[in-house]
């Protein structure tokens, strides 16, 4: 490339660049332009966001006058821009709110308190949710003495604050006018990075909201409701279903124009604009408008369900379910041959006219069994994962039906109850010990001697592979949740996600509008909770996100957490513009070939786990909050604040995965056996079962041990549950033997967190 093509591809980036550039900065140009949002976060107890506001002004002597609550709108002549304050209480979820429709998070910090714990939660929340750009500002400097000492305070705030924003580069003083003009240029001249997930949508900062008249709330439970703001984002479109705050998803009534009365206009030719514009309606839905169903129609899902074959009954059964294949049953054709005592060299037409064992001697035997194929897997699997996890050093590989080579043992006495009572209580008690220090069976349960394992443990089945066995799900038909078959399933994520992206990028009422969207069917009862110091943003939602499906989230718990999640744990997560109420079902996120995966009883610090639970759509790739509620401490508790006064705690972030209805999670369990007696590779096992019945009904099982020998059940002993047992090698007294059941658990459905409805404040106080 020569050097005039060189420079030209630089001026046509350098063009480029200008036009979006250009194009972002559009929508905050002119006298009618959006303003920037600018949230004003206090970090200290001592700090107060309105007087912050009141001092940036200052600095380029802005008269206004500023509300006790709610926002503040001011225009900078001299940069040309209009600038939305939100200033904002000490309050989790009012502080998120602000900061997710905000271009400007300001950050004020004091010279007199540390940020205290509740200021960090604030911090580590914002930063996870996502951002826009940051700055900083400090309250009070000028009060400190000597003032030698006001740089230290400074560079200090700074290293704190870079701690969590990296990005920052100076801590500016709001009792100097030239830093506060500084801001303000800065607030005015700088074109915002927005967020990822929030610039994919149409978003609006609520600057008002009209309710109905009294005496229409009092004899109406819904009725309509005017929001009116300044779009943002994409293009609103009235088909969109709309998200409100924690009010709820609602559908559009129409759009009409609501443009500021320009204060140079004679009165009269203003109010004869306003009365114009106040009938221009912008746009209307259609009959492709979105409905607000969660869920498919019955009559569609019980259609799809005639196709379904039906599972086998459990009385029908003599045998645990392995793969895809009921061991032992009546029907016994799917199962091999067994092997024949053969001279050695005959061939398979040959040995068709041998009837019953032929041999010239004992020792000339030849086995006709199938030996598995090694898998090599990318991560180290698990002896009690299956085969990939087992030594496979040995030459032979085990089985159950192959001839002994010991001699036949002794006579098989049955201890009596109370002796066998003490002995498998000695040997729990001491299991028992070693497990508060070893974690390698998280899975393992204990039966009591009079529980039948076939009754307890009826829906359990065994795999060859956890990683790549089928799973079988007709047997799981019958426990799915009630709307299962009712959810939205989503065959192809990216081409659907791409296409809803793409939809939202054409059409609309443009960004940069000022408009009223009225909303139908509203309860009347949010009226009363309603509270106009907290920030309100509406945010369109893309096609298919109102409707329920199986969620995915990664999880990753805090390392500094004191103790682990267990699942089914209720907690709060917040996502895009939502918050729910989930219970979410733990399991290990790696991708496996038959879509398989390990539930987690709990998810330990620093650990990273998939979360599953049932709700609302969302998509593309959104950071989410996980938080817990905690019990407030007495108010006569002088000590430190901890995070247990908070109200909420914030127990790890975590990002949206794509739905997946056919994943598998499996919970396993782990029955352990003592080995009582070993000969060579024969093994006498005790304490596993109970009764002879459970040993055959599980014994097409895979015996495993934590040392990675494996075998298989051979015959049974007396009626207490001693069986014997072959293994690839020789194990060690003090080894464990055990086996692998899974069962397959569900996910829980979530609901919409209302603030009306909670115990607690998330503030602390009750």
């Not at 003032?147 to 500016?172: A, C, D, G, M, N």
Request: proline share 6%; aromatic share 8%.
């Amino acid at each position: 490339m020569s050097k005039l093509d060189r420079r030209h591809k630089a001026r046509q980036r350098q063009q480029i660049k200008h036009q979006e550039h250009t194009r972002s900065t559009n929508i905050f140009s002119g006298q009618n332009g959006a303003p920037r949002n600018v949230a004003v976060v206090p970090l200290s107890k001592d700090c107060d966001a309105r007087a912050a506001v009141k001092k940036l002004n200052e600095g380029l002597s802005l008269e206004a006058e500023l509300p006790l609550h709610g926002p503040m709108r001011i225009r900078v002549d001299r940069f040309k821009q209009s600038i939305e304050y939100i200033p904002v209480e000490r309050e989790l979820f009012s502080v998120l709110d602000a900061c997710r429709i905000a271009d400007f998070v300001i950050f004020v910090l004091s010279t007199a308190e540390e940020v205290d714990e509740l200021g960090e939660l604030l911090l580590k929340a914002i930063e996870s949710q996502g951002v826009s750009n940051v700055l900083t500002a400090v309250q009070g400097l000028d009060s400190v003495e000597p003032p030698k000492r006001r740089p230290q305070v400074l560079t200090s705030l700074k290293s704190y604050i870079t701690h969590f924003f990296p990005t920052q580069e100076k801590v500016h003083s709001l009792d100097s006018h030239q830093d506060c003009a500084n801001v303000l240029r800065s607030l005015s001249t700088t074109t915002p990075k927005g967020v990822r997930w929030r610039e994919d949508r149409s978003w609006m900062f609520v600057e008002d909201v009209q309710w109905p008249t009294t005496e229409y709330s009092l004899s109406h439970k819904h009725g309509e409701v005017i929001l009116t703001g300044v779009v943002r984002g994409k293009g609103l479109k009235a088909n969109r279903l709309v998200h409100v705050g924690d009010w709820g998803d609602f559908q559009i009534e129409k759009i009409t124009a609501a443009a500021l009365s320009n204060p140079g206009k004679r009165k009269t030719d203003a109010m004869a604009i306003d009365e114009v514009r106040e009938e221009l309606v912008l746009q209307t839905p259609d009959e492709l408008q979105d409905d607000l169903l969660d869920l498919a129609p019955d009559d569609v899902a019980m259609g799809d369900l005639e196709d379904l074959p039906t599972s086998e009954a459990p009385t029908e059964r003599r045998g645990v379910l392995l793969d895809d294949h009921h061991y032992f049953s009546d029907d016994e054709t799917h199962l091999p041959d067994a092997p024949r005592r053969l001279p050695q060299g005959t061939s398979s037409y040959q040995a068709a006219w041998f009837l019953g064992d032929m041999s010239d001697s004992g020792s000339d035997l030849e086995d006709a069994l199938d030996n598995d194929r090694d898998l090599s897997m990318d991560e180290p699997a698990l002896p009690q994962d299956g085969y990939e996890g087992l030594d496979n050093t040995t030459q032979r590989a085990p089985t159950e039906i192959a001839p002994s080579e010991y001699p036949q043992s002794e006579l098989f006495r049955d201890p009596s109850p109370n002796e066998e009572a003490e002995e498998l209580a000695a040997y729990r008690l001491r299991r028992k010990d070693e497990a508060e220090d070893d974690r390698e069976f998280p899975d393992e349960i204990e039966l009591h001697p009079n529980v039948l394992a076939r009754e307890r443990l009826s829906r359990y089945r065994g795999l060859k592979s956890l990683r790549t066995s089928k799973w079988e799900t007709d047997e799981d038909r019958a426990h799915e949740p009630e709307e299962w078959n009712r959810l939205l399933q989503v065959a192809n994520y990216k081409g659907g996600k791409s296409q809803a992206i793409r939809e939202a990028l054409v059409g609309g009422v443009q960004p940069g509008t000022r408009i009223h969207v009225y909303l139908r069917n509203v309860p009347m009862t949010l009226q009363t909770s309603f509270s106009p110091t907290r920030p309100l943003a509406l945010f369109s939602l893309l096609r298919h996100e109102h409707k329920r499906t199986v969620l995915n989230f990664s999880f990753t718990l805090k390392s500094d957490h004191p103790h682990p999640i267990k699942s089914k744990e209720e907690l709060i997560m917040q996502c895009g513009p939502r918050r729910l109420i989930i219970k979410p079902l733990f399991s290990q996120a790696a991708n496996t070939p038959n879509n398989v995966h390990k539930f987690d009883r709990y998810i330990h610090p620093g650990r990273t786990a998939m979360a599953t639970f049932i709700g609302p759509l969302t998509w593309g790739s959104v950071p989410a909050l996980f938080f817990k509620r905690t019990t407030p401490m007495p108010e006569d508790v002088t000590s430190a604040v901890t995070s247990s006064e908070l109200g909420l705690e914030l127990l790890g972030t975590g990002t949206s995965q794509a739905p997946d209805q056919s994943r598998v999670i499996a919970k396993r369990v782990i029955l352990t056996g003592h080995p009582y007696k070993i000969h060579k590779k024969l093994v006498t096992i005790r304490y596993m079962f109970f009764n002879t019945e459970d040993v055959n009904w599980f014994k097409a099982l895979q015996l495993w041990t934590k040392r990675g020998r494996s075998g298989y059940i051979k015959e049974s002993l007396g009626t207490h549950g001693y069986f014997k047992a072959t293994f690839d090698g020789k194990i060690d007294p003090q080894d464990a033997v055990g086996v692998s059941l899974y069962k397959r658990v569900f996910p829980r459905s979530a609901s919409a967190w209302v603030p009306e409805q909670e115990a607690i404040v998330v503030d602390g106080t009750l």
